[in-house]
């Protein structure tokens, strides 16, 4: 059982977090309180309705979540040029402390995923590590929960290959789970509950994560160092973009987020998040705490908890365990998608799953900067569907006003400053105060980079980063109406209890096609042409106003398919512009990763077009592959639960055996995709399998078996 630590001597740590917590809220509030009471004098002077107090209100709460992320941005550019200590890699010296005895395990959950990415991944951090001299205090884990069976296949054939590369035996390990439950915090229990005994500590990485050997070694020894420590997540740093969309994400999270996380340590402290990946735990009060309950009711709210990493992060929070932001800490690094359908799909999964802390903001215990971290979450969305609510609130008390042929009572402000304004120009001060506080915190990231020669010179020089976050503004504003109406229906199709079908992305050689963004984003053209009309219809002047809004809706086609492609992001890339210090003077891990990537897409472009099955195809034919899922097998059925669950599936021998005979007769299409999962999970017939299509004569072959038969001697001879 993990020991919980002594709180007692965090009093003093906890006091100055209570003072910097009413400190940095204090100031996000009196802001938003300056601001509503301007915008309030101005709905004031035309008259008061119940209408604008629910314009009121709106604005209050919207401003309120800028306000507070403006504070992050001017906290974290002062923190930034004046340094502080609050910091897990300053509070105590760390370098010289020693891991010998010390176990730590990396692990990579991954589903269905392209496990030629995700394996050099894994090469890259692991030959980093080999060059600190601390690799035998580390071993890897690729854990599968692929249900397709040829992913399955080809993560078990390159993972053979990549530990014979490597020599690795014993170092990186493979397993598969049999049953995939409770999605990926399921995959990290199972994997601790067989092994998590072993290691003091895990690090829990992404399908598309990399990390320096140097950064994997100072987390242990950060952890060393901080007895009570539970948890320490890295700032991943985007990396590896191609596309024009791709390309201004990275260059907006490498700029940026260096000033927003140091005012997020600000008031986070030692009561930090999890963000789910590139964090190193404390496997013994993980497994202890950290088991996630069921939610009561019926999904989308109720059930298996799905943004599972707010939830362990609090979980270790409310046993006296703390948690850490590493933002100084570099090489780590992640992926992100490369065109604004694929960011949609991504963030649709994380709407639900945040929408689901609604409920865990009632449990007993949490600490009250958990129950913030949870509320910020849920508020990354739900802001959508109140932004969308302000905007039809001012339309309809636009409209109402002119259709009804009421006439305005206009009053005097109440601000003796503003008497002689017009209420044109008392609006325009509210809307000028907006854009600076939206625009600060990267202001305040340009003049950060401006002091700091050297990562300057990373990013192009400053008049390279100035023009990347114009043209950043540009997209950002053109893409926030797009992502307003798909939060909007996200959350809207939760709380009716609707999950949205995403069906596979249709992609071309170089971004997402016109008709795939035709018909995905007709709905939001419809929409911007029809408010435009309708605004313009109502006040060609209030048209105006709304253009940024209305611009976006109406090109957003264009936008998906043109930020989507490559060839576009190689030429901001050759003009300088989005550049990142990754790609101005790339590690040498992203070097090793990049190299290999690219000779695995110069041999798929050599090879032949795969055929459907090609995994089932090799796990028979070839006598390497099939050899290595065997033995996999083999070593699974030393688990008890293996055969406990074919038998609840009622699939013993015999019945695999009669399914083998009708994938040989047949081919696969006679078989239902959970029926050669069961043939592929029993290593007796994929043994008689590889017997058989070798021994029988070819007319008791279906005919995709002899082509298959022709197409492996081709290869091979």
Known sequence: MAETPDISVATAPRLRRGWRLFLFFSSAVLLTGLVSMLFADLLWRTGWSASRTVLLALFIILFLLTAIGCMHGVYGFFIRLFGTGRRV?????????????????????????????????????????????????????????STDPDRWVEEEARWSELVRDLDALGKIYYRRRLFNEERKSGNVRDFLNTWGKRYRYFVCCDADSVMRGETLVDLVKLMEVHPTVGLIQTVPALVN???????????????????????????????????????????????????????PGRKPFGGQILSHDFVEAALMLRENWTVWLAYDLEGSYEEAP??????????????????????????????????????????????????LAFMLTFNWIYCYQKYTGLSELPVESFNPYLKDWSGTEHAFLIFVICMV???????????????????????????????????????????????????????????????????????????????????????HTFIGLAWGWFTWKLDPGLF???????????????????????????????????????????????????????????????????????????????????????????????????????????????????????????????????????????????????????????EKLAPWWKAMIREFSHREN
Request: aromatic share 10%; with cysteine; hydrophobic share 45%.
């Open 544 to 698: 105006w106003w709304f253009t940024p809004v209305v611009a976006g809706m109406v090109c957003s086609i264009p936008l998906s398919v043109l930020t989507s492609r490559r060839s576009l992001g190689a030429r901001a890339k050759s003009a300088g512009l989005f550049l990142t210090p990754e790609e101005t003077r790339p590690p040498m891990e992203l070097v090793s990763l990049r190299s290999r990537m690219k000779i695995h897409e110069l041999m798929e472009d050599e090879s032949p077009r795969c055929r459907a099955h090609a995994g089932l195809a090799a796990a028979v034919l070839d006598p390497y592959v099939n050899a290595v899922h065997v033995t996999l097998l083999r070593e699974k059925q030393l688990n008890p639960v293996y055969a406990e669950h074919f038998t609840r599936i009622g699939a013993g021998t015999d019945a695999v055996r009669e399914l083998g005979e009708k994938l040989l007769a047949g081919g696969p299409e006679k078989l239902k995709p959970s029926e050669r999962m069961v043939v592929m999970a029993d290593q007796r017939v994929m043994v008689w399998l590889h017997q058989q299509v070798w021994l029988r004569p070819e």
């Open 338 to 387: 490369q065109a604004l359908i694929e960011n949609a799909q991504r963030e649709r999964r994380w709407c639900q799953g945040n929408l689901q802390h609604t409920l865990v903001l009632f449990a007993k215990g949490l600490r009250g900067v958990s129950r913030m971290h949870l509320i910020l979450g849920i508020f990354g969305y739900v802001a959508s569907p109140l932004w």
């Open 241 to 295: 973009a191609e596309s024009l969309f791709g390309r201004i994400q990275q260059f907006a999270n490498r700029l940026y987020a260096p000033v927003f996380i140091a005012g997020l340590n600000y008031w986070a402290l030692d009561f930090a998040n999890y963000w789910g990946h590139n964090a190193i735990i404390r496997t013994e009060p993980f497994m202890q705490y950290c088991d996630l309950p069921q939610l």
């Open 437 to 523: 506080v939206i625009m600060l915190p990267k202001f305040l990231s340009l003049i950060d980079l401006a002091r700091d020669w050297p990562r300057r010179k990373l990013f192009g020089g400053l008049l390279n980063a100035t023009g990347g976050v114009i043209g950043e503004t540009v997209f950002s504003t053109l893409h926030a109406p797009l992502l307003m109406l798909w939060h909007t229906r996200f959350v809207l199709t939760n709380i009716a209890g609707i999950s949205v079908a995403w069906t596979t992305q249709k992609r071309s050689a170089d971004g997402t096609s016109w008709l795939y963004a035709a018909q995905r984003h007709w709905g």
């Open 89 to 145: 890699t300053g509070l105590k010296p760390f370098r010289e402390q020693g891991i010998d005895g010390v176990s730590t395990a990396i692990i990579f959950p991954i589903y269905n995923e392209d496990s030629v990415r995700v394996l050099e991944g894994l090469r890259a951090t692991y030959e980093s590590l080999d060059r600190t001299g601390h690799l035998e205090r580390f071993d890897f884990f690729i854990l599968s929960d």
